[in-house]
């Protein structure tokens, strides 16, 4: 059974930092796109940042360029959001996803995989984790 954890989330101060981690189980992610969503009250699910197995690949949301990073770790089947200078327009519900993709052409067009992981018919969700930033 696919299992995905999140967890790292937290209250912080506006311009505080918090990691997250996205721990895997059940299944090796070779070939697939990883990434992290939200959800905010009364809001739809967003694209917050995705990555390519490989780490070929990277995207982010305009909203958290500059401000978070997404990584891998292939040996530990963990990948992780470093998010800096937060602001309490990030306070969310943070999901870690993944989905699978067709890596015989290379890694996806690196717009694409958030698109890839929301709506893919066969991808792993996790439970969510709070991420709550104070002014």
């Known amino acids: 059974q696919v299992q995905l954890v999140e967890s790292g989330g937290g209250l912080v101060q506006a311009g505080g930092s918090l990691r997250l981690s996205c721990a895997a189980s059940g299944r090796t992610f070779r070939n697939y796109a990883m990434g992290w969503f939200r959800q905010a009250p009364g809001k739809e699910r967003e694209f917050v940042a995705a990555?390519?197995?490989?780490?070929?690949?990277?995207d982010y949301a305009d909203s958290v360029k500059g401000r978070f990073t997404i990584t891998k770790d292939n040996a530990k089947n963990t990948w992780y959001l470093q998010m800096n200078s937060l602001r309490p327009g990030d306070t969310a519900v943070y999901f870690c996803?993944?989905?699978?993709?067709?890596?015989?052409?290379?890694?996806?067009?690196?717009?694409?995989?958030?698109?890839?992981?929301?709506?893919?018919?066969?991808?792993?969700w996790g439970q969510g984790t709070q991420v709550t930033v104070s002014s």
């Open positions: 996803a993944a989905s699978p993709v067709d890596g015989r052409a290379g890694p996806p067009p690196p717009s694409a995989m958030g698109l890839m992981i929301l709506t893919s018919p066969l991808g792993y």
């Open positions: 990555i390519y197995w490989s780490g070929d690949s990277t």
